[in-house]
Protein backbone atom coordinates (compact mmCIF):
# COMPACT_ATOMS: atom_id res chain seq x y z
CA UNK A 1 0.00 0.00 0.00
CA UNK A 2 1.05 3.48 -0.69
CA UNK A 3 -0.05 6.90 1.31
CA UNK A 4 0.18 9.79 -0.66
CA UNK A 5 -0.08 13.45 1.35
CA UNK A 6 -0.48 16.18 -0.25
CA UNK A 7 0.28 19.97 0.85
CA UNK A 8 0.70 24.15 -0.10
CA UNK A 9 -2.63 24.42 -1.25
CA UNK A 10 -4.34 27.72 -0.74
CA UNK A 11 -5.69 31.23 -2.33
CA UNK A 12 -3.31 33.47 -4.24
CA UNK A 13 -4.06 36.34 -6.59
CA UNK A 14 -4.07 35.91 -10.50
CA UNK A 15 -0.54 35.78 -11.62
CA UNK A 16 0.56 34.43 -8.69
CA UNK A 17 2.40 31.33 -7.57
CA UNK A 18 1.97 28.39 -5.48
CA UNK A 19 4.13 24.88 -4.74
CA UNK A 20 2.16 21.77 -4.29
CA UNK A 21 4.46 18.96 -2.28
CA UNK A 22 3.10 15.43 -2.31
CA UNK A 23 4.69 12.79 0.64
CA UNK A 24 4.83 9.19 -0.39
CA UNK A 25 4.69 6.54 2.10
CA UNK A 26 4.46 2.95 2.49
CA UNK A 27 5.60 0.57 -0.72
CA UNK A 28 7.35 3.58 -3.04
CA UNK A 29 8.84 0.69 -5.41
CA UNK A 30 5.66 -0.19 -6.22
CA UNK A 31 4.99 2.58 -8.51
CA UNK A 32 6.99 4.34 -11.80
CA UNK A 33 5.58 7.24 -11.93
CA UNK A 34 3.79 10.22 -9.82
CA UNK A 35 1.69 12.65 -11.62
CA UNK A 36 -1.05 15.54 -10.27
CA UNK A 37 -4.68 15.64 -11.95
CA UNK A 38 -6.63 18.41 -11.05
CA UNK A 39 -11.02 18.64 -11.19
CA UNK A 40 -12.85 21.96 -11.08
CA UNK A 41 -16.26 21.63 -9.83
CA UNK A 42 -18.74 20.70 -12.30
CA UNK A 43 -15.47 19.06 -14.55
CA UNK A 44 -14.46 15.86 -14.81
CA UNK A 45 -10.83 15.77 -13.27
CA UNK A 46 -7.95 16.38 -16.26
CA UNK A 47 -4.40 15.90 -15.76
CA UNK A 48 -1.73 18.33 -15.23
CA UNK A 49 1.75 16.38 -15.25
CA UNK A 50 3.68 13.73 -14.30
CA UNK A 51 7.28 12.34 -13.96
CA UNK A 52 8.76 9.37 -13.78
CA UNK A 53 10.19 8.23 -10.31
CA UNK A 54 12.59 4.46 -11.10
CA UNK A 55 15.10 6.23 -13.51
CA UNK A 56 18.49 8.58 -12.44
CA UNK A 57 16.37 11.24 -14.61
CA UNK A 58 13.05 11.91 -14.12
CA UNK A 59 11.10 11.99 -17.61
CA UNK A 60 7.98 14.97 -17.52
CA UNK A 61 4.99 15.18 -19.67
CA UNK A 62 2.38 17.83 -19.33
CA UNK A 63 -0.93 19.37 -20.01
CA UNK A 64 -1.05 21.84 -22.91
CA UNK A 65 -2.60 24.27 -20.43
CA UNK A 66 0.23 24.14 -17.95
CA UNK A 67 2.91 24.17 -20.22
CA UNK A 68 5.15 26.89 -19.65
CA UNK A 69 3.83 27.76 -16.33
CA UNK A 70 4.02 24.33 -14.05
CA UNK A 71 6.97 22.28 -13.51
CA UNK A 72 6.80 19.13 -11.53
CA UNK A 73 10.45 17.84 -10.10
CA UNK A 74 11.15 15.43 -7.39
CA UNK A 75 13.21 14.41 -4.83
CA UNK A 76 13.58 10.62 -4.56
CA UNK A 77 15.22 10.61 -0.91
CA UNK A 78 12.49 12.46 0.35
CA UNK A 79 9.57 10.09 -1.37
CA UNK A 80 8.34 13.75 -2.54
CA UNK A 81 6.99 15.03 -5.52
CA UNK A 82 6.32 18.88 -6.09
CA UNK A 83 4.20 20.79 -8.34
CA UNK A 84 5.39 24.40 -8.90
CA UNK A 85 2.72 26.36 -10.20
CA UNK A 86 3.60 29.84 -11.64
CA UNK A 87 1.62 32.54 -13.37
CA UNK A 88 -1.88 31.23 -12.29
CA UNK A 89 -4.92 31.94 -13.36
CA UNK A 90 -8.81 31.48 -12.20
CA UNK A 91 -9.16 28.60 -14.45
CA UNK A 92 -6.54 26.60 -12.39
CA UNK A 93 -8.89 26.86 -9.73
CA UNK A 94 -9.31 23.44 -8.50
CA UNK A 95 -8.55 20.51 -6.29
CA UNK A 96 -5.16 18.87 -7.37
CA UNK A 97 -4.85 15.27 -6.28
CA UNK A 98 -1.07 13.74 -6.12
CA UNK A 99 -1.00 10.04 -8.07
CA UNK A 100 1.38 7.30 -7.74
CA UNK A 101 1.81 4.58 -10.68
CA UNK A 102 2.57 4.14 -14.02
CA UNK A 103 3.27 7.26 -16.39
CA UNK A 104 0.56 8.01 -18.57
CA UNK A 105 -1.83 11.19 -18.83
CA UNK A 106 -4.80 8.74 -17.89
CA UNK A 107 -6.35 8.64 -14.35
CA UNK A 108 -6.62 4.96 -14.75
CA UNK A 109 -3.13 4.42 -15.11
CA UNK A 110 -2.47 5.88 -11.33
CA UNK A 111 -3.65 3.29 -8.41
CA UNK A 112 -2.55 5.43 -5.79
CA UNK A 113 -4.19 8.82 -5.08
CA UNK A 114 -4.01 11.83 -2.30
CA UNK A 115 -6.84 13.10 -0.54
CA UNK A 116 -6.19 16.65 -2.63
CA UNK A 117 -5.80 19.51 -1.62
CA UNK A 118 -7.71 22.75 -2.99
CA UNK A 119 -6.35 25.36 -5.19
CA UNK A 120 -8.17 28.86 -5.45
CA UNK A 121 -7.11 31.71 -7.84
CA UNK A 122 -8.60 34.84 -7.91
CA UNK A 123 -9.03 37.46 -10.22
Known amino acids: QVHLVESGGGLVQAGGSLRLSCAAS????????MGWFRQAPGKEREFVAA??????????NYADSVKGRFTISRDNAKNTVYLEMNNLKPGDTAVYYCAAGLFGTASGMYRYWGQGTQVTVSS
Open 26 to 33: GRTSSYSA
Open 51 to 60: ITWSWSVGNT
